[in-house]
């Protein structure tokens, strides 16, 4: 199956400041998720924005997804420690979704 | 009430033991899944379960066998592990099979010696 990408990789910030996290995938798509997973735990989600959406907001999360790039971000504003975590996208490309394919991950380090 | 609950959470054994790890949901969801996390985070499905039937088998060794004895649960067993099975495995719930949110269990540590 195949993986979607995310960068970076890592991103650090102080509290306060935004975040901002890339992800691309493959093939087409009916939604694309976010999850956040915190060091030792499992995913929880964050957000679902689906393929004729290009915009969504949730608290301080912004979402927006570009079909034609194939490619998706997340936005945290005025970040938290709290929001220290490893984040995910997920799209539902693998096998006409019955499962969702993961990127490969963004660790956000936010310090106070 | 936990939504997804996996036992055990962590799991140390020596290679060549077989062992197994229980997963439960109490959502009400048709449809279950197994993923596994390697060392540098990639998550990937193993397998799919939707109304205790297999769905989704991907590219796993036979020794890995899952089984649903009803669909709230949706349980792993490894026969012969090997070091290379070492990983954080999880499991996950949905209403159904694919699309919309999943929601995941506590991951089992497995590390085979």
């Known amino acids: 199956s195949q993986q979607g990408e995310e960068d970076p990789q890592a991103l650090s910030i102080q509290e306060g400041e935004n975040a901002t996290m890339n992800c691309s995938y493959k093939?087409?798509?009916?939604?694309l998720q976010w999850y956040r997973q915190n060091s030792g735990r499992g995913l929880v989600h964050l957000i679902l924005?689906?393929?004729?959406?290009r915009e969504k907001h949730s608290g301080r999360l912004r979402v927006t997804l570009d079909t034609s790039k194939k490619s998706s971000s997340l936005l945290i504003t005025a970040s938290r420690a709290a929001d220290t975590a490893s984040y995910f996208c997920?799209?539902?490309?693998?096998?006409?979704?019955?499962?969702?394919?993961f990127g490969k991950g963004t660790t956000l380090s936010v310090s106070s | 009430d936990t939504a997804v609950s996996q036992t055990p959470k962590y799991l140390v054994t020596q290679m060549g033991n077989d062992k197994s790890i229980k997963c439960e949901q109490n959502?009400?969801?048709?449809?279950m899944y197994w993923y596994k996390q390697d060392s540098k985070k990639f998550l990937k499905i193993m397998f799919s379960?939707?109304?205790?039937?297999?769905?989704i088998n991907e590219t796993v060794p036979n020794r890995f066998s899952p089984k649903s004895p009803d669909k709230a649960h949706l349980n792993l067993h490894i026969n012969s592990l090997e070091l290379g099975d070492s990983a954080v495995y999880f499991c996950?719930?949905?209403?159904?099979?694919?699309?919309?949110?999943?929601?995941f269990g506590p991951g089992t540590r497995l590390t085979v010696l």
């Open positions: 093939t087409s798509i009916n939604n």
């Open positions: 959502l009400g969801h048709d449809t």
């Open positions: 997920a799209t539902d490309e693998y096998q006409a979704g019955t499962a969702l394919i």
């Open positions: 996950a719930s949905s209403p159904a099979a694919g699309r919309g949110t999943q929601y």
């Open positions: 379960y939707n109304n205790k039937e297999l769905i």
């Open positions: 924005i689906r393929s004729n959406e």
